[in-house]
């Protein structure tokens, strides 16, 4: 077993600083500091090195170009992240090695794995079924999958054959699936009938249906997983399992230009309407392989668990692509960590002897609540390196994670990212360190970045202002928004102009560079690790024909990170009642999901107001967090204050 990391108190004033011990300095990928000089004097180079260990069709022609929103890298490139997941470790005699366990939530079903010459074989099976249904290159699939093999399958199939995948969380409401469809004008979604959810069979195939409806989505492929009856629709619906069994499973990958799209993933801006981001083919997985190796110590013949839905980018890059890429074992589980008991979690690390952990603060912090004997129940020593991602982490929670979890052997790498940046850009490594309670770290190597003042001069030590990243930008970062490329420019390059990326995110640094996130300073909220816009959640309550008004700010929570509440003004004549309460949250369900529902609703008669009659929700934000409302000169109906002071109070 590896020793404790080494504990070091440099200064009685500070917080607590762990440094990697003398065995992790030489099992990990890189142990010298030395390395930031080097990758950020070139970071063309650096990224170039790492590319050489993956495969192309064609080598690139140049590294690097830059133009305003239109950057691109490995310039001629040809490529595949299904055949560098797959066909590159078949190659090197790695076929037998297992690349994805699939661990079901009810207890009594066994768990799944399978190699990587089974995973390919059925990438390759799925791929030609999906060439049958009339998918070709650059076509967009939606994908709106549980946590199954066939999430991972669908993904890589799709990526194969060229055709960008645009998967949709499984918990999000049929309008979502539908908007997101439109959007990228799929003709073919993959679905499922259903999935575990603690304990219970939930349909998804009815969610499906109805977010088909009204879409462009002409074919619908249904994964049988729970064995409900489900209707299938003549002509359109067809089974999974139908398709493949017949397929063939010779399916060579497609040789895609390095700068071609490999997926859209959907994520919340300041605005109500989700945007698409796109992401590449070649700088995607470079970026991918890179940080999921460095970052994770990944070697061979790990288990490393990404607790993330495939739906969001951390299931995209962590449990799929990066992991496949550098040839560990995937695991993926489907259901809840509380089923049958609070002991799951750390029943499927002693169960499947998992290495590496990666998970969101909110689970942390509910885990803590759930109590020390839960993880005391179970063998955790086959962890060695321990990740943390999505939101800011507090320091009682890292402390914890750290001891109870890690038994004070494993670093704790706090990954710093955004749907944007495809993978991972901020966090410290694990032969460097040093790991640093609620600090992210420096930027991983090659990727330039600062803190800024809102007019672009950067900030010294301890000052806290916004976080830039810098041309060279780095291989993963998005390319744009699908069909708005005016909005991409405005959304990240207003700011600072087009070679240095605006983030949202406020941030502070140390004398040793190390930085903090201090969060959106933007209408975006992280709810439980979820990202989701204040707009969506007030658009969706718009759509109720009671709602005159709404107005939703965020909140911290003890639990959750930060969670929405709505102030919401009903139609007149309409009193409000817990019915209409329930009411709307039923609303919010139906056009969001259970992910954007408000935590508190308050019936108002009046919000405060500018002279020009726009909401002025920095006052109602003061107001849910007890802070100080400031300046009150420049309101139409200063009044409005005080009485939504007590309602806040009172309608708990
Ligand atoms: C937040 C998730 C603090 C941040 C990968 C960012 C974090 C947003 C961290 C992106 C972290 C992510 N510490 N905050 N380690 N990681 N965030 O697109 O506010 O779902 O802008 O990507 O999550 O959320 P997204």
Redesign the pocket.
Known sequence: MPDAIQWVKKDPNKEDVFWPTAELKQRTWVSDEAIYDQANADPEAFWAKHAEDLHWFKKWDKTYEFAPQAYKWFIGGKTNLSYNSLDRHIEAGKGDNIALIWEPEPIKEEAVKLTYKQLHERVCKFANALKDLGVKKGDAVGIYLPMIPEAVIAMQACVRIGAPHSVVFSAFSSESLRDRMVDCGAKVIITADGYYRRGKPINLKKSADAGVEDSPVKKVVVVKRTGAEVPMTEGRDVWYQDVVANASSDCPAEQMDSEDLSFLLY?SGTTGKPKGIMHTTGGYAVQAYATAKWNFDMHEGDVFWCTADVG???GHTYINYGPLMNGATTLVYEGSPDTPDTGRFWAIVEKHKVTQLYTAPTAIRMFIKWGDEWPAKYDLTSLRLLG??????NVDAWMWYFNVVGGGRCPII???????TGANM??NLPGIGPFIPAI?GRPFPGVLGDILDSGGTPLGPNEGGYLAIFSPFPPALTRGIYGDMDRFKAQYFAEYGPERYF???GARRDEAGNIR?T??VDD?M?VAG??LATAEVESALAQNDKVSEVAVVSRPHGLKGEVPVAFVLLRGGIEPSDDIRKELMATVNQVIGPTGRPDQIVFAHDVPKTRSGKIMRRVLKALVRNEPVGDLTTLQNPESVDQLKELVRHQE
Do not use: K, L
């Open positions: 994520t969001w980018i951390t943390t991602v999505g939101e800011p982490i706090d990954t710093w990212w955004q749907t944007e901020v966090n992210a983030t949202s995110d996130i969060g959106r975006v992280n979820h990202r």
